[in-house]
């Protein structure tokens, strides 16, 4: 069974960076989305970043929009997230997961397969 792994996730200063990444046990998602979500305690699980793995074409949240990059490397079958001007706001658990093109890039139940999950802490 294909499984996502995530890591890169600490804490930091605000102003810092951080880089997620999220490998896959194997090489099956030309055909996805693969997307960073994030949840912080207390509320519901958004939408942080998403990456067509066939196109390269990139989504972003508007919160995250011009602070985060996210890329794909094939030969490594890994999705990095590139975090830069972190703020307090974005403390929470990332999660990175892949949907089948054709869902909703957007929403967490379009996703079909996830990781565990990599706490990322921001102080200010």
């Known amino acids: 069974q294909v499984q996502l792994v995530e890591s890169g996730g600490g804490l930091v200063q605000a102003g810092e960076s951080l880089s997620l990444s999220c490998a896959a046990s194997e090489r099956a998602f030309s055909r996805y989305y693969m997307g960073w979500f994030r949840q912080a305690p207390g509320k519901e699980r958004e939408f942080v970043s998403a990456?067509?793995?066939?196109?390269?074409?990139?989504y972003y949240a508007d919160s995250v929009k011009g602070r985060f990059t996210i890329s794909r490397d094939n030969a490594k079958n890994t999705v990095i997230l590139q975090m830069n001007s972190l703020k307090p706001e974005d403390t929470a658990v990332y999660y990175c997961?892949?949907?089948?093109?054709?869902?909703?890039?957007?929403?967490?139940?379009?996703?079909?397969?996830w990781g565990q999950g990599t706490q990322v802490t921001v102080s200010s």
């Open positions: 997961a892949a949907a089948r093109l054709g869902y909703v890039y957007f929403k967490s139940d379009s996703y079909q397969l």
């Open positions: 990456i067509n793995w066939g196109d390269g074409s990139t």
